[in-house]
């Protein structure tokens, strides 16, 4: 296993924003993404369109660019369709699917799905084998492909490593991303997260950084993994401390941006997916993705034009 096996290129975008667009604007968005430069977009799994229909629909309407999950969660759906879900992506669209998978949180899993979340990563461990256990009688690949996991905590990044191709940490500052290094060792994929606001104005910039964080400061799984790194009940109150927002978003220019990703490649990141926080959490950012492509185009971290 390691990062050999799926290619995701350097600077990717993570966004969950194409839920609130039709399907077939968002695969038109996809197109334009494509022709940006970008070579890997990231979807999220939580109470919206199924993400592998998704997955299946940007993979169709494209034809270079990768598709992640960003997580799919594992008590949605059981190993088997997992796994075989995965594999008929695979054969369907050969190295252009990447199976982002995660544990959620526990009002997602025991509130909204109804299921028990009292032993995530037990759940996780016996998951993954099950999935390598998973009979698939049909054309396509018999083992497993390229898996990486939602992993913050060590327990997790080092069945990442163990179990699956690397860990895609979300929610995490730069200073994460050199721990899961450590953790993971050098040949896994490391495809941190990156949350950005491109406004110069300081102050309204972490406002709007704040209302980007909001959902993500109550759930205890993220919580919990920033107090491990050093901040506490102070950094959490308020929307977020100075401290915290600026080490979880990077705010600012452009330029700003782009030092923060590079930040977390000198850290150790293998690949960076990059999601623009707006005003408006609900809509596509897509000029915002026009900046960002320009800027990484000319540290050649993304393509400058279709085939380049």
């Known amino acids: 296993m390691g990062q050999e096996r799926f290619d995701l290129g350097r600077v990717g975008i993570w966004t969950g924003t194409l839920d609130a667009v039709p399907s077939a604007e968002a695969q038109r968005i996809a197109q334009r993404l494509e022709a940006a430069g970008f070579p890997t977009l990231w979807i999220p799994e939580t109470v919206g369109r199924d993400p592998f229909i998704t997955a299946t629909r940007l993979l169709e309407a494209t034809s270079r660019l990768r598709i992640a999950t960003g997580i799919a969660n594992i008590y949605a759906r059981d190993p088997v369709t997992m796994a075989n879900t995965q594999r008929s992506l695979e054969e369907a669209f050969p190295g252009r699917f990447l199976l982002g998978l995660g544990v959620s949180h526990h009002h997602l899993v025991d509130r909204v799905r ?32 390229a898996t990486v996991l939602a992993a913050l905590g060590p327990k997790m990044l080092r069945l990442a490593a163990e179990r699956a191709d690397g860990a895609h940490p979300y929610f995490v500052p730069v200073e994460h991303t050199a721990k899961a290094r450590e953790i993971l060792g050098p040949g896994a994929i490391l495809a941190p997260e990156q949350m950005v606001v491109l406004d110069t104005d300081r102050d309204r910039a972490r406002e ?11 759930a205890p799984n993220y919580v919990n993994n920033l107090r491990r790194l050093g901040f506490d009940d102070d950094d959490f109150a308020g929307g977020g401390s100075e401290r915290l927002v600026d080490a979880i978003v990077a705010c600012g220019s452009v330029d700003d941006a782009v030092a923060r990703v590079d930040a977390h490649f000198t850290a150790g990141a293998s690949h960076v997916c ?28 993304v393509r400058t034009a279709p085939g380049g």
Not at 208 to 218: D, E, P, Q, S
Not at 279 to 300: H, K, N
């Open 208 to 218: 709007m950084a704040r209302k980007g964080m909001a959902v993500y400061l109550r």
């Open 274 to 301: 990059v999601q623009v926080l707006q005003d408006d959490l609900t809509a596509v950012p897509e000029s915002g993705w026009r900046e960002l492509a320009s800027a990484f185009a000319s540290t050649g971290s």
């Open 114 to 145: 109804h299921h028990d979340y009292s032993r995530p990563y037990s759940h996780m461990v016996e998951y993954l084998q099950q999935m390598d256990e998973a009979i698939f009688r049909a054309v396509g690949p018999q083992e497993r492909p």
